[in-house]
């Protein structure tokens, strides 16, 4: 008889969630091998070429070894990233910035500096996915406070805010523009958030990795607004206003001096971030300000076609969003995840569907079926050539009319 001892996974490991916007994937996968185009509006992959010089840079890399760089970055890459950061409007210095593996190491640092295990950070939903993921590896508990698709998700009010704040409360988050909803926090939100922050003695994290992406007014950054340089951690990347997801660059911005050693520590414990992938994001930091009209050009040309197509759907409840590339939709549909999946399994017009992140991912759930939050909502994602987005559209338009509830 077999003696030996069951092992298990640890119950954290196991209750990782399935990231939304990639556990349908196997069903794409299964859709195309059955000679079904998928039109994918799951994730925020841009299909605009990565610039030149960054891929120019990465083919004259000549180094005869890739040897450790700097834990905070190497020095010229930080200079670079805050002349760029200067040049934004918002003033800070090379040994205010600690580069990162991607936005996502930026962070995942942020809330293990801010919060102890048990202790919670308030978030706004719905929010981008892997926050859930970054807490529970941080043992921090998010509080969710809801905003709506028919105020366009913009802040709840100060006194739902404040109402929220507990004796364990450490920080809040913030992403503005916002992934999955495309909201971009207005400067009276951010002044609001700053008030709250500075009286309740809280941190603010503000991932601002969508910036160069706002197509009605302007960008405010969380360090541009006064007196917070205690509180204020800003989060960003070069994955998509590069165009550059997979070179894995990012970097935690403070003036909290405390904070900036905290992450430098924890930066040192994982050595160093890319280092070849820095010399190829300094050549891009050298192309200036003038490279992002294009392409926040076309993305505005993208999110037209995309809100047009879903203004046309009866049913659908949604807000033009003034940020980021993605557009968060309520449909007449009562559970979107079994649609979701409905859209890969069973649905084709032409030999066509699409593959979509549903709602419920976007939210912190209680684990019951009858609560489930975003149920009736998709993110999509406008990351396609116009001509496939007017497409994909009129395949949801199809779609939502032919589904069987």
């Known amino acids: 008889m077999d003696q030996s001892i069951l092992m298990r996974v640890s119950s954290?490991?196991?209750?990782?969630?399935?990231?939304?916007?990639?556990?349908?994937?196997?069903?794409?996968?299964?859709?195309?091998?059955?000679?079904?185009?998928?039109?994918?509006?799951?994730i925020g992959q841009p299909d605009i070429p990565t610039p030149k010089p960054f891929l120019d840079a990465l083919h004259h890399y000549d180094r005869t070894v890739i040897a450790y760089g700097r834990s905070e970055g190497e020095p010229e890459y930080r200079a670079a990233l805050a002349d760029y950061y200067r040049a934004a409007g918002i003033e800070l210095d090379e040994?205010?910035?600690v580069v990162t593996v991607g936005g996502s190491e930026a962070l995942l640092f942020a809330l293990q500096i801010v919060a102890e295990p048990g202790d919670e950070v308030i978030?706004?939903?719905?929010?981008?996915?892997?926050?859930?993921?970054?807490?529970?590896?941080?043992?921090?508990?998010?509080?969710?406070?809801?905003?709506?698709a028919a105020t366009g998700f913009h802040l709840p009010d100060d006194e739902a805010i404040r109402a929220a704040i507990g004796p364990r409360?450490?920080?809040?988050?913030?992403?503005?523009?916002?992934?999955?909803?495309g909201t971009v926090l207005t400067e009276g939100e951010l002044r609001r958030i700053a008030a709250i922050a500075k009286y309740r003695g809280l941190f603010i994290i503000s991932d601002e990795v969508y910036r160069e992406f706002v197509y009605e007014g302007t960008?405010?950054?969380?360090?541009?607004?006064?007196?917070?340089?205690?509180?204020?951690?800003?989060?960003?990347?070069?994955?998509?206003?590069?165009?550059?997801?997979?070179?894995?660059?990012?970097?935690?911005?403070?003036?909290?001096?405390?904070?900036?050693?905290?992450?430098?520590?924890?930066?040192?414990g994982r050595l160093c971030?890319?280092?070849?992938?820095?010399?190829?994001?300094?050549?891009?930091?050298?192309?200036?300000p003038g490279i992002f009209g294009p392409m926040r050009e076309e993305y505005?040309?993208?999110?037209?076609?995309?809100?047009?197509?879903?203004?046309?759907?009866?049913?659908?409840?949604?807000?033009?969003?003034?940020?980021?590339?993605?557009?968060?939709a309520e449909l007449p549909i009562a559970d979107c995840e079994a649609f979701a999946r409905w859209l890969l399994t069973d649905f084709s017009h032409d030999g066509e569907t699409l593959l979509v992140a549903p709602g419920p991912g976007f939210y912190v759930q209680d684990g019951s079926v009858e609560s489930s939050k975003g149920l009736n909502q998709i993110r999509l994602a406008y990351v396609l050539e116009i001509p496939k987005l007017q497409r994909a559209m009129e395949l949801l338009a199809r779609a939502v009319d032919r589904y069987p509830v």
């Not at 409360?169 to 909803?181: E, R």
């Not at 800003?234 to 992450?263: H, M, P």
């Open 123 to 148: 978030c706004f939903e719905p929010f981008y996915t892997n926050y859930t993921t970054f807490a529970m590896m941080s043992g921090v508990t998010l509080k969710p406070l809801r905003t709506e």
């Open 12 to 42: 954290r490991a196991a209750d990782f969630p399935d990231s939304p916007i990639r556990k349908l994937a196997p069903l794409a996968d299964a859709a195309m091998a059955r000679g079904i185009l998928v039109h994918a509006l799951n």
């Open 95 to 97: 040994s205010d910035l």
């Open 300 to 328: 505005q040309r993208r999110r037209d076609v995309t809100f047009e197509g879903l203004l046309r759907i009866p049913g659908v409840i949604c807000e033009k969003p003034k940020g980021a590339f993605y557009i968060m």
């Open 219 to 268: 960008h405010t950054s969380i360090l541009q607004i006064e007196g917070l340089d205690d509180h204020a951690i800003l989060v960003d990347s070069i994955s998509k206003r590069y165009s550059a997801c997979g070179a894995r660059i990012g970097c935690l911005a403070t003036r909290n001096l405390e904070v900036r050693a905290a992450a430098v520590r924890l930066a040192q």
């Open 169 to 181: 409360t450490k920080a809040i988050l913030i992403c503005s523009p916002n992934n999955p909803t």
């Open 273 to 288: 971030p890319p280092v070849a992938e820095q010399v190829a994001a300094l050549a891009m930091t050298k192309l200036g």
